[in-house]
């Protein structure tokens, strides 16, 4: 690609940078100037909002990176549920996945088992959890992956299945060893599939997080916001919403990062 191809890519990415940020900056705007004169408790100021959460969760010292103790019993913990979930699910997922999308009869035994797992609501199946697991981390764990599996499982089957008849043709004539074809051709024809799956299930994970923190949690950000709805504390309840929301859009931003870097990695 040429040199003048390059600026004129690096101007196109740094233009629609600066339109969301404008967009994003004039409903903030808007946002302030509507509730700045409203008086509701129930709807402060987004000055009101960042000045809470600044004051609650990042107003500690250098030597905490800036976090507060409330940062470590709120922020963290989710942080770390959500990951921890999200990697299982992930894991388990295309593994599965793909094992079941290389079977020639595997998925249409299982299918409509899967078809009718995934149809239940991850929420529905809390009290399931509570009395398997009882209130607690193992309870918060089990939501989130039950929550975000399906999307990798049943993506990942359908990119293993989506293997080019001229590649698989190649590599018997070839004679070359399973794992090896597995590695080099399925795998790499799966991949945009995978982590089609891997950005949906980031963002149930999220959900999941926040809606498994609500029930009997003793940390986290549903257990922060429960604890300020209940004391009628709507600036951090709004905090909390705004932060799960940037944190949400990082954790997008990462993964589409790491998304594109793999994908040019890959031959596909």
């Not at 233009?15 to 969301?20: D, E, P």
Request: charged letters at 15%.
């Amino acid at each position: 690609m040429s040199t003048e191809g390059t600026r004129v890519r690096a101007r196109g990415r740094l233009t629609g940078a600066a339109l969301q940020l404008t967009v994003l900056i004039v409903c903030v705007l808007l946002w302030q100037l509507i509730t700045v004169g409203g008086d509701n408790t129930f709807f402060p100021t987004p000055f009101q909002i960042v000045t809470r959460t600044w004051e609650l969760w990042f107003s500690g010292g250098i030597g905490t990176l800036f976090l507060t103790e409330a940062a470590f019993d709120d922020v963290l913990p989710s942080i770390g549920r959500l990951l921890l979930g999200w990697l299982i699910a992930g894991v388990g997922g295309v593994a599965l996945g793909l094992a079941l999308g290389r079977s020639r009869n595997a998925l249409a035994y299982v299918g409509p088992l899967l078809s009718f797992a995934r149809s239940i609501p991850p929420p529905a199946l809390l009290p399931v959890f509570m009395v398997l697991f009882s209130i607690g981390f193992k309870m918060q764990l089990a939501t989130i992956v039950f929550g975000c599996v399906w999307p990798i499982l049943l993506n990942s089957a359908d990119g293993a299945r989506s293997v080019d008849v001229t590649k698989t043709e190649t590599a018997r004539a070839f004679r070359i060893s399973r794992p090896l074809w597995f590695g080099s051709v399925v795998l790499p024809s799966a991949v945009p599939k995978i982590f089609a799956g891997l950005r949906i299930s980031l963002s149930l994970a999220l959900i999941m997080m926040v809606i498994s923190e609500l029930v009997g949690a003793s940390d986290g950000l549903g257990h922060a916001m429960v604890l300020a709805r209940d004391q009628l504390d709507y600036e951090q309840l709004w905090g909390g919403i705004v932060l799960i929301g940037v944190l949400g859009y990082v954790l997008n931003a990462i993964l589409s990062a790491v998304e594109s870097r793999v994908l040019k990695a890959v031959p596909q």
